[in-house]
């Protein structure tokens, strides 16, 4: 039976692990959570796997998760103790991991499956919003070191058959991400934000464009001092169509404007 082909998407995966916390850091992410606890109905179909790739692992060569169930990297500081015991069970899919690595190695990327590395918290925290019941496989990719956006773009559109397959590629990271500057980057994030709304409305070759000059944009040093987090965009926009983006989520942390795009 055909697969319903699935979106890929660029998600926000919030504060350190603020979705499952008590007081104010929750309520400044309540939105954001709103908006992820959702995402599953926007989809064709139950993803059949999950690939995606997150801001905080870095790799010289592209690495996947290929554990059958991956332990979690609490990649995070200062939060109370049970944000340490947090879990999130979903199984992990090796043989995704190894055909995803073979794909990005025909496209002349080298990658590796991992087979011990764990999901961090751009993982497992929006995944534990987003499918809350974790029955659907996973498998987590790195960026690639010296985080080049046409490198990331093509690592897309090497992945981009796995759609056809019922595969939910996701970019998680964060449209804004200037954490010395959040409580006051009303003006800067909107600006940002604006840019990257229209630098996405176009097909495949301009949004390359755009994409890969997004250092030159308004704003954009202000709202990305370090590109890591907008690096997974490139991935998921490279694995997307020429169908222009849809803007999915568009809300605020505190005054910050931070948004979610789908790629059909």
């Not at 979705?19 to 995402?39: D, K, W």
């Not at 709304?197 to 890969?212: I, P, W, Y």
């Amino acid at each position: 039976m055909t697969k319903p082909r699935q979106p890929s998407l660029y998600i926000p995966h919030g504060g350190g692990p603020a979705f499952f916390m008590q007081g104010p850091m929750q309520r400044m992410f309540a939105p954001m959570q709103e908006f992820l606890a959702t995402v599953h109905q926007t989809l064709p179909a139950v993803p059949t796997a999950i690939l995606l790739v997150t801001a905080h692992w870095e790799s010289p060569v592209v690495r996947l998760t290929g554990h059958a169930q991956p332990q979690l990297v609490y990649d995070y500081y200062g939060f109370p103790p049970e944000m340490y015991s947090l879990r999130y069970d979903a199984p992990g899919a090796p043989d995704l991991a190894a055909q995803s690595a073979a794909l990005l190695k025909a496209a002349d990327i080298q990658a590796q499956v991992d087979p011990d590395y764990g999901w961090d918290h751009g993982v497992f925290i929006p995944l534990k919003v987003m499918f809350e019941q974790a029955n659907i496989p996973v498998v987590a990719m790195s960026l690639q070191a010296g985080l080049d956006p046409l490198a990331h773009i093509a690592m897309g559109q090497a992945l981009r058959s796995l759609r056809e397959e019922g595969v939910l590629i996701v970019g998680s990271g964060m449209s804004y991400h200037n954490l010395g500057n959040f409580a006051n980057a009303a003006a800067v994030s909107q600006t940002f934000d604006t840019w990257l709304d229209m630098a996405l409305q176009g097909d495949q070759a301009h949004r390359q464009a755009q994409l890969t000059q997004w250092a030159a944009a308004p704003a954009a040093r202000q709202s990305h001092p370090r590109e890591e987090h907008l690096l997974p965009l490139m991935v998921a926009s490279g694995a997307g169509s020429d169908t222009p983006a849809r803007k999915i989520w568009s809300g605020k942390v505190g005054q910050t404007a931070v948004s979610a795009w789908a790629f059909d």
